[in-house]
């Protein structure tokens, strides 16, 4: 997570003259105001006083500390999420495949991996393959065309409830069904893109950002602000050679999260 003591240099109660201990010029000032805003601080969140940028109206941040707030320890993937998450009273969701996706024997196997991603990390929900009772929330998994997936974000502190999963990834390995199948699931409960903001970065070709998508687009805390080729599960597209594992980014911003 992020380290506060990093970022607030000076704590001065209320917004008084002369209270800073960082005097930055209008260009660090800018700089500095961008990095808050990359780091997932909301813009009214951020007021310029004289020589100083605060935070929070009482924490005063220099030009060094926003730039480490950009900087992590876990990896080298970003992570985002959404406005909405899945509250704290969903304990359990389940995944509920229909006939059809359990006719795809890659996929199926797949969702049980993916299940299983989520599981090992004690999160503050488990899923569970349906049919099956206790369920605080529902997913169900189906197939759509093609090689790829399809989800929505949380409403009402419930997850999204249908995943597609495209039945042409039955010709790719058990691992990349694992891996599109995890992704799906992690928009579910409120994860963009890694790289929504750039999608050429996975994706190839030209740059393409997907905007807060009436979404939101929050940098979740800890992970840094950089995107990489394999860096994620939540990169917009995947490889033939993926391995369906986390890296240590997406568990850090699980953790964060859930």
């Known amino acids: ?21 960082d005097v930055d010029s209008n260009n660090n000032n800018e700089e500095i105001v961008s990095n808050l805003i990359k780091a997932g601080f909301p813009a009214d969140d951020i007021m310029v006083v004289g020589d100083a940028v605060y935070v929070g109206r009482d924490a005063q941040v220099s030009l060094e500390a926003s730039r480490e707030m950009l900087q992590s320890d876990h990896g080298t993937q970003e992570q985002y999420r959404t406005t ?38 004690g999160l503050s929900f488990t899923l569970a393959r349906g049919p099956t009772t206790g369920c605080s929330a529902n ?3 189906q197939t759509m065309s093609g090689a790829g997936g ?17 039945t042409g990834l039955q010709s790719y390995s058990v691992d990349v069904n694992e891996h599109v199948i995890t992704h799906e699931i992690g ?49 917009s597209c ?21």
């Not at 389940?94 to 059809?100: I, K, L, S």
């Not at 893109?193 to 807060?212: L, V």
Request: aromatic share 8%; glycine share 14%; charged share 10%.
């Open 84 to 121: 909405n998450l899945v509250s704290t009273g969903v304990t359990k969701i389940c995944v509920n495949p229909t006939a059809a996706f359990n006719s795809y024997s890659r996929l199926s196997q797949g969702l049980d991996l993916a299940i299983g991603n989520y599981n090992s990390l």
């Open 187 to 235: 928009h579910t409960i409120g994860f963009r893109h890694s790289d929504y903001y750039n999608r050429a970065i996975s994706c190839g070709g030209s740059a393409t950002n997907e905007g807060s998508a009436g979404v939101g687009a929050i940098l979740i805390n800890g992970t840094p602000a950089t995107a990489t080729v394999g860096g994620s599960i939540m990169n």
């Open 150 to 166: 399809s989800a929505g974000f949380p409403s009402g502190g419930l997850p999204y409830g249908v995943i597609n999963i495209g």
């Open 238 to 258: 995947f490889r033939s050679t993926e391995s369906g594992e986390w890296t240590s980014s997406d568990i850090t911003a699980l953790n964060v999260l859930y």
């Open 1 to 21: 997570m992020l380290k506060k003591a990093a970022v607030l240099v000076a704590s001065c109660g209320a917004l008084m003259a002369g209270c800073g201990t």
């Open 139 to 141: 997913i169900t998994a």
